[in-house]
Structures are given as C-alpha cells and as structure tokens.
C-alpha cells in the first residue's frame, strides 16, 4: 500500500515537471530556444534534450530495458545532450522526450519499487540499486533542471509559472517596484555588515 502511493507520488510530480520543463520552450524563436544564455551555455532546449536522455538512460539500460531511442555509449559521455546542433529540429527534440517518457513509464508501471538496478556510470559502492533510488534521482534531475529553464526563460521575456492556466498577466511596475523593495534591503544590509557598494550601479 505504502509502496504504491510512494510510487504514484514520484511519478505525479516526475509528469508535473515534464510538462513544466516542454513549457518553458512555448511561444520561443528558434534562436531563442537554442542560445546560450549564461557563461557555461546553459539554454532551454538544451535542458529537454539533457533530460529526455537521462531518462532514456536511468529507465532504460538501468534495469535491462534498453531505450528504442539511439543513444551513444555513456562511456562517450561528451556533453552533446546538453545543446542542439543545426540539423536537430525542436521537434525531434521535444518528440524524442516525449517517446522516452512512455518508455519510463512502461518501466516505472512495470516493476516494483524494490526491482534491482545497475548504475555502471556511479561510483562504488553505489552502482547496485533500485527503482525507487532511481525514480528519486530522476525526479530530482527534472526538478532541478525545470528551476534552471524556470530562470532563464524569465530572463527571456519575463514570463514565469509551472503550468500555462495558472499563468499570470505581467505587471511591469509592479514588479519594477518589488525589484526596487529588495534592491533597498540588500543596500540597507550591506553597511551593516562594512561591504563596499561602489560596484553596484
């Protein structure tokens, strides 16, 4: 019983986050979605196509359920999942994640929460484990990488939120004057604690 709603748990949010993180890339320019948008190339589109493979690889090759999708050896690891090249359209990225979560999925419905596991690429002791390690760990990758798009997609344009309905109209004074609040309160501070603010415009 408790394994069962453990489980139904983990896989709700890993959905919630998914969806979150194909969100962020709505309504963006081609250009938009793939461009480096801070100093170690972190970009949206990036994110998914990192994403989908980190599924495609914990909830495949993990528990001997290797992804129909192609995939280079983990052992090539060089970085690539992380940008999208010219020839790589944003839909063969989006489809490739979204064809990986029915893979997950089927492999999440279909072993209990205890079914053993190989992570060849952790370290020792921990490369024997299972599905619920497994399922935590991904979900906290997803997770983490849907705050990273959540931020950079504000930088973008502004807009913010985990799902569309509960979008928000932005209220630029607003938020001017909420910017403006904090910004005094960190300046307030600083004295306080004898740092120099010259730098700061």
């Known amino acids: 019983m408790i394994d069962e709603f453990a489980k139904a748990t983990l896989h709700g949010r890993?959905?919630?986050?998914?969806?979150?993180?194909?969100?962020?890339?709505?309504?963006?320019?081609?250009y938009d979605a793939r461009r480096p948008l801070t100093a170690t190339g972190t970009n949206l589109l990036g994110l998914v196509k990192h994403v989908a493979t980190v599924e495609a690889r914990?909830?495949?090759e993990v528990f001997g359920r290797p992804s129909p999708e192609p995939l280079p050896r983990w052992q090539d690891y060089d970085g690539s999942d992380l940008?999208?090249?010219?020839?790589?359209?944003?839909?063969?990225?989006?489809?490739?994640?979204?064809?990986?979560?029915?893979?997950?999925?089927?492999?999440?419905?279909?072993?209990?929460?205890?079914?053993?596991?190989?992570?060849?690429?952790?370290?020792?002791?921990?490369?024997?484990?299972?599905?619920?390690?497994?399922?935590?760990?991904?979900?906290?990758?997803?997770?983490?990488?849907?705050?990273?798009?959540?931020?950079?997609r504000e930088g973008l344009d502004g807009r913010t939120g985990v799902r569309p309905e509960h979008e928000k109209q932005i209220d630029e004074e607003a938020r001017a004057a909420y910017c403006a609040k904090i910004e005094q309160a960190a300046r307030s501070a600083a004295p306080i604690r004898g740092e120099r603010l010259s730098h700061v415009t």
């Open 14 to 30: 890993l959905r919630r986050d998914r969806e979150a993180l194909l969100w962020k890339l709505d309504g963006l320019s081609e």
């Open 58 to 60: 914990y909830f495949g």
């Open 83 to 152: 940008w999208a090249t010219e020839d790589e359209s944003r839909d063969q990225i989006i489809g490739f994640y979204q064809r990986t979560w029915e893979h997950s999925d089927a492999t999440i419905n279909e072993l209990p929460l205890d079914a053993p596991g190989h992570v060849p690429w952790w370290p020792e002791p921990c490369p024997n484990t299972n599905l619920f390690a497994v399922m935590v760990h991904v979900l906290g990758e997803s997770n983490r990488h849907a705050g990273h798009a959540d931020i950079l």
